[in-house]
T-cell receptor
């Protein structure tokens, strides 16, 4: 069975600094997708970034980038130039498409606070 | 393009009652998934609907059931409510035509069972 582990329940970072959130997962599959979602205090979950497992190149979306280490089953999120609006819960998620069904598994989240 | 919407935003029920939550999927999406998110936890997959049929289920009892309509909107029904059903219920839509399966979430319905 697949599992997703986020070992940092809470983190804080100064505004304009860089922070890295960690995520590890366990799977025997070779083809899958990984995501980072952000859930601000207003609670609507927002897709931050996605990574296809078969792509070696790390995904980047503006200030957000990932370090995907497939062999180590690690998928960390780096936020550069942190902004106050980045304060939120961040969830790492694993997805596999199998027999017409998406199977999504979320980690327990990391609460990030950006300090002014 | 309209986003995912859910209703109601908040709901209070008593133990043993039944509840129906509603979700309208994002324009162009044909798949709806439902999640239960307990306080301080990550979302837990309840089930997914595609073409009006259940298309995958998590570890939730049969008293959690759902429907999907021809316009791809969906309902989540919970019978015989228990105190532990108190949670944020999230709906997410996606398209089977997009292989990465990225899901787009609604704002959620906060259910409190007393």
């Amino acid at each position: 069975a697949q599992t997703v582990t986020q070992s940092q329940p809470e983190m804080s970072v100064q505004e304009a600094e860089t922070v890295t959130l960690s995520c590890t997962y366990d799977t025997s599959e070779n083809n899958y997708y990984l995501f980072w979602y952000k859930q601000p205090p207003s609670r609507q979950m927002i897709l931050v970034i996605r990574q296809e497992a078969y792509k070696q190149q790390n995904a980047t979306e503006n200030r957000f980038s990932v370090n995907f280490q497939k062999a180590a089953k690690s998928f960390s999120l780096k936020i550069s130039d942190s902004q106050l609006g980045d304060t939120a819960m961040y969830f790492c998620a694993f997805m596999k498409f199998f027999s017409g069904t998406y199977k999504y598994i979320f980690g327990t989240g990391t609460r990030l606070k950006v300090l002014a | 393009e309209t986003g995912v919407t859910q209703s109601p935003t908040h709901l209070i029920k008593t133990r043993g009652q039944q509840v129906t939550l509603r979700c309208s999927s994002q324009s162009g999406h044909n798949t709806v998934s439902w999640y239960q998110q307990a306080l301080g936890q990550g979302p837990q997959f309840i089930f997914q609907y595609y073409r009006e049929e259940e298309n995958g289920r998590g570890n939730f009892p049969p008293r959690f059931s759902g429907l999907q309509f021809p316009n791809y909107s969906s309902e989540l029904n919970v019978n015989a409510l228990e105190l532990d059903d108190s949670a944020l219920y999230l709906c997410a839509s996606s398209s089977q035509g997009i292989p990465d399966g990225a899901q787009y979430f609604g704002p959620g319905t906060r259910l409190l069972v007393l």
